[in-house]
Each structure stands twice: as C-alpha cells, then as structure tokens.
C-alpha cells in the first residue's frame, strides 16, 4: 500500500480547503492501493501559528515515509 502524502493549501479558505481534502481522501480511500495522509486533518485543530514550525518539522518527516507527495491547489 502505498502511503500519499496529500499537499493541499489550508489558510486562505480553512473550511473550504479542508471540506475539498476530504474528498480528495474519501476518493483515495476507496483505492486498496493508497494511504493518503493529510496534514489538514492533522493539525487542523491548532488554528494558531505559534505552532507552525513544529507542525512544519512533523509534515517533513511524514513527507520522509511516504511513498509520494501529491500536490493540489488552484493554480
């Protein structure tokens, strides 16, 4: 099984962005071939940036045993 690291954009629409991470994930999910592993679901709790470069030390070790790292965004 391979474990996806979902990259996606949080701060300018939070509940917008993590309601299109959840599709993204409930989609993967149904594959028996992926992991996906979001970042948003996370941490999205800790809505305060006192924390932000912990939460950023964290994603790059999970982006260290992940298999990929898929990249979404409007642009």
Known sequence: MKRIFISHPYKDDP???KKRVDT??????ERDDILPISPLH???FMENDDKREE???????????????W???DS
Do not use: T
């Open 55 to 69: 939460i950023l030390q964290v994603c790059f070790r999970l982006i260290d045993i992940c298999d990929e790292v």
């Open 71 to 73: 990249i979404y965004g």
């Open 42 to 44: 996370l941490f999205s």
């Open 24 to 29: 993204i994930c409930r989609e993967l999910e």
């Open 15 to 17: 509940k917008g962005n």
